[in-house]
């Protein structure tokens, strides 16, 4: 029969290897993050190098991506548990990258573009260090956020998807906003769940806020391109 005090040493000493894996989990969640700008930075740069984005717009730039962003989300949930998740992980993020070549080849295409790619890229920056600084200090438990975020990203998603057809700059504007509040707010989610101890898997918390992050900087670049860019 335990004592009062070997009960309470069990469970101290669980406590502590519990926060210990929540901080593993996280610290792992920030490298492989910082480790998936590279090949995203290198599929961009290709995709320009290369013009094969230029070469996939429409219907047909849809299929591709929603075929292989999909594709590649089934394969490393499938691997995430293994050797093979980390690659699959860099493998999409590279293409990811290819996707997003057509948008940053446009921007930069502006007299100014440079500098619209780095002001897009420092506003995404300063976003995820605000949502992370604030989920190390929010106490309350966010996970009841998911559902109405993942509905809010899903309505984005097929609006977008109509916009490719409709062609409204107006549509694009407004979606591009509601992206940047409803993907920034799924950075703090995401991120408190892993400190909250949710989300286990470093793997798979680092392709949601991966998700966020890009969204977050496509749109913000998308928004800057149409009321900073110069022409001349």
Not at 205 to 226: P, R
Request: net charge positive; no cysteine; hydrophobic share 55%.
């Amino acid at each position: 029969m335990n004592t009062p005090v070997q009960t309470y040493q069990t469970g101290f000493a669980y406590g502590a290897e519990t926060a210990a894996q929540r901080n593993r989990t996280l610290r792992n969640t920030y490298w492989l993050l910082a480790l998936s700008m590279v090949p995203t930075v290198l599929g961009a740069w290709v995709g320009i190098a290369t013009g094969i984005a230029s070469m996939m717009s429409g219907g047909m730039g849809l299929v591709v991506f929603m075929v292989g962003a999909f594709g590649f989300m089934f394969a490393i949930e499938k691997t995430k548990n293994s050797a093979a998740g980390v690659p699959m992980l860099l493998a999409f993020t590279f293409f990811m990258g290819l996707m997003l070549a057509r948008l940053v080849g446009t921007v930069l295409g502006l007299s100014n573009g440079a500098s619209l790619v780095m002001t897009a890229f420092a506003g995404t920056g300063a976003i995820f260090l605000g949502m992370a600084s604030l989920s190390s200090v929010i106490k309350r438990d966010l996970s009841s956020m998911g559902k109405w975020l993942f509905i809010g990203a899903i309505m984005l998603m097929v609006a977008g998807i109509a916009n490719i057809f409709l062609k409204s700059s107006a549509l694009m504007i407004t979606l591009s906003v509601l992206a940047i509040g409803i993907f920034s707010a799924f950075i703090l989610h995401d991120l408190k769940r892993v400190q909250d101890g949710h989300e286990t898997n470093y793997i798979t918390a680092t392709l949601g806020v991966y998700l966020s992050i890009y969204n977050v900087f496509q749109s913000l670049l998308m928004l800057l391109g149409i009321f900073g860019g110069r022409d001349e």
